[in-house]
Nanobody, 113 residues
């Protein structure tokens, strides 16, 4: 089974940008889809964006601000986050999509001035 490890989180000011990376231990071509999920304190984990071989899907709250992409040659999936808001603060995870497997440690994103 392909393992996914996320990285790239940090502290950013409102309106700023951040790019998260998801590294796969094997070929992402073998995976139907990869998704980025997040969990804010006191809230349920939610899907932020998903990407398959031929389409992408975004949560309404991030449409127009976040972009998910994949690099099959590098076995990487990225989440470019622009115009960040304090409510984007959460632990971000990558996982298979649309049916998730076990969760990794995630990467913390904090949007604050």
């Amino acid at each position: 089974q392909v393992q996914l490890v996320e990285s790239g989180g940090g502290l950013v000011q409102p309106g700023g940008s951040l790019r998260l990376s998801c590294a796969a231990s094997g070929s992402i071509d073998s995976i139907y889809g990869v998704g980025w999920y997040r969990q804010a304190p006191g809230k349920q984990r939610e899907l932020v964006a998903g990407i398959t071989r031929d389409r992408t899907n975004y949560a309404d709250s991030v449409k127009g601000r976040f972009i998910i992409s994949r690099d099959n040659a590098k076995n990487m999936v990225y989440l470019q986050m622009n115009s960040l808001k304090p409510e984007d603060t959460a632990v971000y995870y990558c996982n298979i999509y649309p049916i998730v497997a076990s969760w990794g440690q995630g990467t913390q994103v904090t949007v604050s001035s």
